[in-house]
């Protein structure tokens, strides 16, 4: 509300932001915690039995963790920022303003994460031999460091959807000691190694070419793995049940799975996990191309599937019982109801809608209160605007705007006067038949063979 | 024509944020000082480092010269290191102006948001080409052509990058021309100081990579006599001296673009701004001459001395620079005053 608007058009607003946080969260559990946790292993291993072709594979590892973290893994992290700040300034600068020092303290511990890998990396053979044990130390100093980042931000995470008694103390220990922190750190942990042992296991054929030292490696990744799997199945219930009520009914819902699908998708696949990681400490030489496969897709799926859920299970909140998850506070909702939303924006270029502006005003409101979510076309159909209100007249739509909050759990209360929701309605009318008609047009032309267009102009 | 007073009176700036600043202000004020600096120091040796690292290649090839090519691939080396730190000290900076400038830098960052959010692609495509630079130096020897390519196509990049930082901390400074903004390209030419601080900027990156190759190629050269270190002093004292003198015309430059206040202010308005400035500026007039002594003699003394020299008056433009914001935004924040703890 306080801050210009902007649309993203096909993409959507939305889905920019979860896909930047999906490909962050992939390659900071899977390479910078999970990769880092069996790089340092397995150097153990190598350095205990004197193995140099596997102190090798652990190198070779360390340069493909150097660089897929400091390119794409960091700049995916800064880029979450980037994107809340651009298309949900409100929620950002709230959860800034709160959590800052928190922030800050992570931000200390990634300086330091990035130093040790560096460090880490350059003193690899300088610090050899007898040397070796410092070397590892800074390897787990490493781990631990990349590890207390995940420890941070999921504090900032697990507040936005159970700041406890934050609401009303305004404290911020009362929002980062919530009661879903320590149960989503546990299970991101796991998950984090259970994703990097899926992903390196794919690629042991080609990376660890000598059968007796792929036999080791696989027993180190079989032990992690069998550690893995039970704690994440603890902490995935435990974190349900740290939930809101209404967050947990909407679980299955946001994972977009039916009941039994849900359940039984989730154990089963962490079941199969739990069978590779027997096989693998099992010392058989050749294992199921399909169940390392199977692994490594399952557990990527898994990872965004948490984290849709996280994203949705919130709603219609951004930060839960205080602001929505289009920005606007639920204290000023009656507010803007009462006076009109358009007239507190600051950057609405109108400010009070007449007949003249109807359609304008309605493309304002929608891009501040619907925009973070919906789309009005889009990739993501079940967000854009041409489907989910396909067909619909403007009196069905000024109708629904009201009620919405009431009939969907996950959408927050239309904020505006009655003016202003007729402007919604007249401008979401307007577009959605003017993009589903010309789509229309351009299917039937397609169908029929018709000549285009253009040849029709110019017979005209 | 004339407006309503109600018009007239109304900032273009937002009202802050209901929840306040979780801290005191002049401690914030500290921590952005420090932690910017020390995010460009790094910023400043990945850009100008990259770019030289491409120019000492091409010299490599041009002049059939093996030491110019060991040059080049060890500043590829020392940039790659470098940008990771760059990237991390970044964040710092980026989250206290976050926190304490949110009236001003949110509007600023979302008129340019799709600029601003193609960073996150540039700057990964960057640093990859910068690595596959690095790493394929020995290997594409016969392809010298698409490895330099490679180079080029990477130091570009982050040419063009600070272009999309400055027009956003140039935009939150002046509300006043927010209305009508048609996002990144319009912005180049709408706020009058981007050009000024671009060339500002660059001229300090090739004057720190200066220094920094020369202190270097000294360090390095006592343990491993390679001429590629005794090539990097040479060249480094020279680019440090040259681009300092520079400094001399960008920076005088940058000063005539601000407001007529804000330039009143360093020039005699203000006895503290002016006393700032005129302490950085003779510090800078104190580095040429110790350059200019490094450059016709080496010396261990003259060079820990002229970076010291750098190194303040590096810390004293991050104040100056703060003291500009915090002049430039001193009536908005008194229109719409930030939301302090009390």
Redesign the interface.
Known sequence: M?????D?GFLGNGN?IGM?AVLHVMINHAVAIGGSVLMVSIEHRASKDGNPALDAYARRLCKWI??IT???G???G??I???T??IL??A???L???F??A??AE?LV??SE??L??AYY?TWYKWSGARKAKHLRVGVALCIMSWLTLVIITGILAAQINPGNWVET?S?WDAFLNPTWVPSTVFRTFAAIALGVAVLQALIRWTVKEMRDRLVVQRIFGKWLALSVPMMLLSGFWYLRSLPDKAQTLVKWASGMGDTAFLWLNIGGLLLIFVLAVLLLDGKPKLPAALTVFTAVFSLLLITEFEVVRENIRKPYVIYNYMYANGI?KADVEKYSREGALRHA??AKVKEVTDANKLEAGEELFRMQCISCHSIDGARRSRAMTERIKGWSEETIAGFIPTMHQVRDVMPPFAGTEKEIEALAAYLADIVAKENGAEAALQAENVSGSPSSDDQERKR | MSMPPYLKVES????D???????NLPLFEVLIVVGFILHLIYVNIVVAGSVNAVVFEIRGIVKRDAVSDRLALRLATLVS?H???A??????P??II??IY??FF??S???I??W??L??PL??VS??LL?AYKYTWDKWQGRRTLHLSVGIAGSLILLFVPLIFIANVASMLQPELWNGSKGFFDSLFRYPTIWQRYFHFMSASFAIIGMYMYGWGKRKIRENDDPAFALAQKYGKGSALLFTLLQLVAGPYLLLSMSGEVRASFLGGSVFHTLLLAVAVALAIALIVLLYRLYKADSKKLFVSSAVVLVLIMGLMSWIRHEVRELYLAPYTEQAPRNLKD
């Open positions: 306080n801050f210009p608007t902007i993203f920019l930047m150097l660089i400091t390119t794409v960091a700049m995916t800064v880029g920022w980037f994107t700040t651009v300034p409100d950002i600068g709230a800034l303003r709160i800052h020092w922030w800050f931000w990634f300086v990035v130093i890998l560096l350059y305004l911020f506070l600051k950057f | 273009p700036v937002p009202n944020l209901g929840l306040s600043i979780p801290g290191i940008k990771s730190i990237v991390v000290l970044g964040i710092a980026l989250l976050s926190t949110t009236q949110y509007p960052t979302i008129l948001g799709k601003w959010l960073l996150i700057l990964i640093f990859l690595y």
